[in-house]
């Protein structure tokens, strides 16, 4: 083991995420994944470790979501020998796209895929950051299972159990590492 490899285990991971109070409105505290980001040998556990609860499955394609998730997803997809898809907000997207609009705390947001991206049959996983009420996660399912995917599972790095964004996805496989 070099100077710079450290053995982490998932609680310690803990110690790699802040609390900034009143972001991004008054009332949340958001949970700031940058200094794990920063940290090569926590970063690397946290990918290994997503990367883990899929081995042995028969995954085509990994669909990271904008745009935090965007971070893990195509490290998970190439840990796990899969491709890397983006969903990506409303007008990134170049090419023919499938869209699909949802409800936040506070409106309405889209999001998009290429059309070209999914293929009927492709097996999926969902890369997120987080999941907090399960709405943007529920979103994406609805957008790549519209094209025909079948979604094996999702994967977050923090889940906040107190908004019960599990419950909202209960159909689906859900791993996170880190729980609130």
């Excluded at 982490?8 to 980001?37: A, S």
């Excluded at 947001?109 to 009420?133: N, P, R, Y």
């Excluded at 025909?148 to 996805?169: D, I, Q, T």
């Amino acid at each position: 083991m070099s100077a710079k490899e450290v053995m982490l285990n998932v609680q310690q991971l803990r110690e790699f995420i802040r609390d900034i109070p009143d972001f991004p409105k008054k009332g949340i505290i958001f949970k700031d994944i940058t200094p794990l980001l920063k940290n090569g040998p926590a970063l690397r556990f946290a990918c290994d470790q997503l990367a883990k609860n899929f081995e042995g499955f028969k995954i085509d394609q990994v669909v990271g979501i904008e745009s935090r998730g965007f971070i893990f997803s195509p490290v998970l997809a190439y840990l796990l020998g899969a491709g890397f898809v983006p969903v990506r907000k409303k007008g990134k997207l170049p090419a023919a796209k499938e869209a699909v609009s949802y409800a936040l705390e506070y409106g309405e947001d889209s999001l998009e895929v290429h059309l070209d991206a999914v293929k009927k049959g492709t097996q999926i996983v969902i890369v997120d950051d987080l999941l907090a009420t399960g709405g943007t996660a529920e979103a994406v399912i609805r957008l790549v299972e519209k094209l025909g995917a079948s979604v094996l599972g999702l994967a977050f790095l923090v889940e906040l159990k107190f908004l019960n964004g599990r419950e909202r996805l209960r159909n689906y496989r859900i791993d996170s590492l880190i729980q609130y």
